[in-house]
């Protein structure tokens, strides 16, 4: 039997664990942490630092090489393939590593079950007749972080709220029936499409982390700034992690 622990880590800053979260590290056998590339060697380097802050026992901490993803036109299908080969990547980590069956746990960027395909993989995982336990310890959220960031509530008072992604927002335009929108894994600056009449937008990278950026305004100020930010940020540091939330008008309340 493989237990397999799902931990939600926040956006990458020590103090965004849990207690259930440090609890779960300290008793998993193995910790798998994936690197990403060379120009993204600050995410190990953030999880290494976590598990230096947290961990007291014997948990073994072990790297592997992540799959990268094929960039093809066909998007979704590319991003199955791309789970398949990770799915395949943990097995044979798991496998050459707790071969008599043991507790490993994944650090989860933000929280398992927002725009996160741990479960996903999890699920391959199964498919493929392992036998395994599952269990997800929730995290803090990249959106938690914007809004606190920007002491700002998600909501419009009995409003709802979309979450989307920066690809859909930029495919489909603002979407109907909200008035508060929130664009996670935006690439592109997916904003720059949108009206900007009557938007206000507050945005975040590199939240919780000592490189934090912020900037708030109308859409039509603050979004040039914000992609001339990202892109100076992104030259400098070859990766960068942002979200932000646009909001129709400001209502009181």
């Known amino acids: 039997m493989i237990a397999i622990d799902l931990i939600g880590i926040g956006t990458g800053n020590p103090d965004h664990l849990t207690g259930a979260a440090v609890r779960a590290m300290n008793a998993a056998d193995l910790i798998l942490l994936p690197r990403k590339g060379d120009a993204k060697a600050d995410l190990i380097d953030l999880r290494r630092g976590i598990c230096a802050a947290v961990l007291t026992g014997a948990t073994r901490v072990v790297e592997f090489d992540l799959p990268v993803r094929d960039g093809r036109e066909d998007y979704l299908g590319a991003v199955r393939d791309w789970h398949d080969a990770i799915a395949g990547a943990w097995a044979a980590a798991i496998t050459a590593h707790l071969p008599g069956g043991g507790r490993c746990a994944l650090l989860v960027w933000g929280d398992p079950s927002l725009y996160d395909s741990s479960l996903r993989i999890v699920d391959r995982l199964r ?50 029936g909200v008035d508060t929108v929130v664009a996670m894994l935006d690439s592109g600056c997916a904003f720059e499409r949108l009206d900007p009449a009557g938007l206000h937008i507050w945005w975040g990278a590199y939240l919780g982390m000592a490189q934090e950026a912020l900037v708030e305004g109308s859409l039509a100020v603050a979004g040039p700034r914000i992609a001339a930010l990202r892109a100076d940020l992104r030259a400098r540091h070859s990766w960068i992690m942002d979200i932000y939330l646009i909001r129709k008008d400001i209502h009181v309340g």
């Open 127 to 176: 498919d493929s007749d392992m036998d395994i336990e599952l269990r997800v310890v929730p995290g803090i959220t990249a959106i938690q972080a914007l809004t606190a960031a920007h002491t700002i509530p998600l909501n419009n008072l009995a409003d709802p709220v979309l979450i989307t992604t920066g690809r859909r927002l930029r495919e489909g335009g603002w979407p109907d």
